[in-house]
């Protein structure tokens, strides 16, 4: 090992991670022969093989495995190593990694751009995922910062809250309910409810609600992102409980109707957070504060909804 050189390590762990030539040599920019060259190099050094091919698909071998978390461990203090020079300089540049569950895609890079605004020499790497990998990655702590509504209690983060998240029931113009004044939770009940995955955050929030009220809802169709439910919604296959964030351009164009219901909205709120033994660089440290102080005014004129 002692002849490896760091872009090996960069290349090996993106490719572990991915668990793919192509998508790791997307993310570092280079070609794929590139990329598969200096892995092979890396595994001559090490005089062990690091993946096993099966099919089309690649795994990590024990040895592999090991590297995999070592590798892991050499840039993760590197990182942390630029963080306190910059720190150091006073500076707020450098990189910023931010994983963001799907739901924040609507409302995040308008913030994100904002800040950058400001601060020009911050490089910032954005990942949208779903909830499930974002605590993935928290686990690995595989980035900065991460935004997310609902924490878990069992997550060793420290949680910011910086934007109030208001989820209403929505339906389709043309539904029954559209033009009623006044809608009971029971009879929610009775309508084809849209929901996300489980384990999604807003769906947790939804459903504890109702179990709060002695009620429940029954699922009719499970869909894998906001954006479906939306389409959902418009196409009449039943009725929702979304973030507003998500509904922007939907209400103004009056493709989608604000149910008036009982105890909605809920209002809950939008977290950015991070490992608690994480040395923050001077980047993630300025990016918490801007949501903070600016987040909510900014997506206020931004998204410009109002219920």
């Given at each position: 090992m002692i002849h490896a050189t760091l872009q090996q390590l960069r290349l090996f762990e993106a490719v572990a991670r991915h668990k793919s030539f192509t998508r790791a040599a997307e993310e570092i920019h280079l070609s794929q022969?590139?990329?598969?060259?200096?892995?092979?190099?890396?595994?001559?050094?090490?005089?062990?093989?690091?993946?096993?091919?099966?099919?089309?698909?690649i795994t990590l071998t024990e040895v592999g495995r090991e590297l995999y978390d070592a590798s892991k461990d050499v840039l993760g203090?590197?990182?942390e190593l630029d963080g306190a020079i910059d720190s150091l300089s006073g500076e707020v540049a450098g990189t910023l990694t931010v994983t963001a569950v799907t739901s924040a895609k609507y409302f995040l890079p308008h913030l994100l751009g904002a800040f950058l605004r400001r601060y020009p020499d911050v490089e910032p790497k954005l990942k949208v995922a779903n909830r499930a990998s974002l605590l993935e990655r928290v686990g690995d702590n595989e980035d900065d910062l991460y935004v997310m509504g609902h924490v878990p209690d069992d997550l060793d983060v420290e949680a910011v809250p910086f934007l109030e998240n208001v989820i209403a029931v929505v339906a389709s113009p043309n539904h029954p309910l559209a033009s009623k004044r006044k809608i009971t939770?029971?009879?929610?009940?009775?309508?084809?409810?849209?929901?996300?995955?489980?384990?999604?955050g807003n769906r947790k929030v939804v459903e504890e609600f109702f179990e709060d009220q002695g009620l429940s809802i029954n699922p009719y169709m499970e869909l894998g992102s906001a954006e479906a439910i939306k389409q959902g919604v418009m196409a009449g296959l039943g009725i929702s409980?979304?973030?507003?964030?998500?509904?922007?351009?939907?209400?103004?164009?009056?493709?989608?109707?604000?149910?008036?219901?009982?105890?909605?909205?809920?209002?809950?709120?939008?977290n950015v957070i991070h490992r608690k033994e994480k040395n923050l660089s001077p980047a993630a440290q300025s990016f918490i504060e801007f949501l903070q102080t600016e987040g909510q005014?900014?997506?206020?004129?931004?998204?410009?909804?109002?219920?």
């Open positions: 022969p590139a990329v598969s060259i200096q892995v092979k190099r890396l595994e001559e050094n090490v005089g062990k093989a690091l993946f096993e091919h099966v099919g089309r698909r203090r590197l990182a939770l029971k009879q929610l009940t009775e309508e084809r409810f849209l929901v996300r995955e489980s384990g999604s409980a979304l973030s507003l964030h998500n509904l922007r351009l939907e209400i103004a164009a009056g493709q989608i109707k604000v149910l008036k219901v009982e105890g909605f909205p809920l209002r809950r709120r939008w005014h900014l997506v206020n004129e931004a998204m410009q909804v109002k219920i």
